[in-house]
C-alpha cells in the first residue's frame, strides 16, 4: 500500500499539478496556431490521464479504506463539521473527472481545466490558506513572511514551468507521430 502512495504521490508531482499549465498552454497553442498543432489530440490525451488518475486513486482509496479504517476516516469527514466541504471535494475529485467520459465535454478546454481544478481544489484551498495566514503572522520577523512569499511563488512558477514544457514536449511527439504517419 504504502508503494502505490508513493507512485501516486511521484505522479502527483510531475504531471496532476501541472495540468491546468498544460490545458492552459494547450489553449494558448491553438489560439495562437489555429489548427496548425494537434491540440485536441493532447487534449485527449489530458483527459485520458485524467480518468485513468481518478480511477486509481479512488481504488487505492477504497483498499486502503478496507485494510487500514482507522488511517481512512471517511465517516468522521464525511459527517463532521466541514462535510459539505469534504464532500465538494470528493466529488470534485471524483465524479467530476469521470464525467470526462462523455466525448462533447472532454473536447471543451474550458471544461477539461474546470475538472483539473475540482481535482486538486483541497490543495489549492490549503495552500490558499497558508499564503493568507502567513500574512497575518505577528510573532514572525518581517524576514520570515517574505521567504514564505518568495518559496511559494517559486514552487507556482516551478509547477507553471513544468506544466508548459509537458504540453510542448507532447505537442512535439503528437507531431513527429503525425509526420511519420504521413510518410508511411
Same mark, same amino acid.
Given at each position: 500500500?504504502?508503494?502505490?502512495?508513493?507512485?501516486?504521490?511521484?505522479?502527483?508531482?510531475?504531471?496532476?499539478?501541472?495540468?491546468?499549465?498544460?490545458?492552459?498552454?494547450?489553449?494558448?497553442?491553438?489560439?495562437?496556431?489555429?489548427?496548425?498543432?494537434?491540440?485536441?489530440?493532447?487534449?485527449?490525451?489530458?483527459?485520458?490521464?485524467?480518468?485513468?488518475?481518478?480511477?486509481?486513486?479512488?481504488?487505492?482509496?477504497?483498499?486502503?479504506?478496507?485494510?487500514?479504517?482507522?488511517?481512512?476516516?471517511?465517516?468522521?469527514?464525511?459527517?463532521?463539521?466541514?462535510? #459539505?466541504?469534504?464532500?465538494? %471535494?470528493?466529488?470534485?475529485? !471524483?465524479? /467530476?473527472? *469521470?464525467?470526462?467520459?462523455? @466525448?462533447?465535454? &472532454?473536447?471543451?478546454?474550458?471544461?477539461?481545466?474546470?475538472?483539473?481544478?475540482?481535482?486538486?481544489?483541497?490543495?489549492?484551498?490549503?495552500?490558499?490558506?497558508?499564503?493568507?495566514?502567513?500574512?497575518?503572522?505577528?510573532?514572525?520577523?518581517?524576514?520570515?513572511?517574505?521567504?514564505?512569499?518568495?518559496?511559494?511563488?517559486?514552487?507556482?512558477?516551478? #509547477?507553471?514551468?513544468?506544466? %508548459?514544457?509537458?504540453?510542448? !514536449?507532447? /505537442?512535439? *511527439?503528437?507531431?513527429?507521430? @503525425?509526420?511519420? &504517419?504521413?510518410?508511411?
Amino acid at each position: 500500500m504504502e508503494t502505490y502512495r508513493r507512485i501516486i504521490e511521484i505522479v502527483d508531482a510531475n504531471i496532476i499539478y501541472c495540468l491546468i499549465p498544460i490545458i492552459l498552454t494547450l489553449m494558448l497553442v491553438e489560439l495562437f496556431f489555429k489548427n496548425r498543432f494537434e491540440t485536441k489530440k493532447a487534449l485527449n490525451l489530458v483527459r485520458w490521464t485524467i480518468i485513468f488518475y481518478a480511477i486509481v486513486t479512488f481504488t487505492v482509496y477504497l483498499i486502503g479504506m478496507a485494510i487500514y479504517p482507522d488511517e481512512y476516516a471517511f465517516i468522521n469527514r464525511a459527517t463532521g463539521p466541514y462535510a #459539505i466541504a469534504y464532500w465538494i %471535494m470528493f466529488f470534485g475529485a !471524483l465524479i /467530476l473527472p *469521470l464525467t470526462l467520459f462523455v @466525448k462533447k465535454l &472532454a473536447s471543451k478546454f474550458w471544461y477539461v481545466l474546470l475538472v483539473a481544478f475540482g481535482m486538486k481544489s483541497g490543495l489549492y484551498f490549503e495552500r490558499f490558506v497558508i499564503f493568507v495566514t502567513s500574512f497575518h503572522r505577528d510573532y514572525l520577523p518581517e524576514n520570515e513572511n517574505t521567504k514564505l512569499i518568495d518559496l511559494l511563488s517559486f514552487d507556482i512558477g516551478i #509547477i507553471f514551468l513544468q506544466g %508548459m514544457l509537458i504540453a510542448i !514536449l507532447t /505537442l512535439i *511527439l503528437l507531431e513527429i507521430i @503525425k509526420r511519420s &504517419a504521413n510518410t508511411a
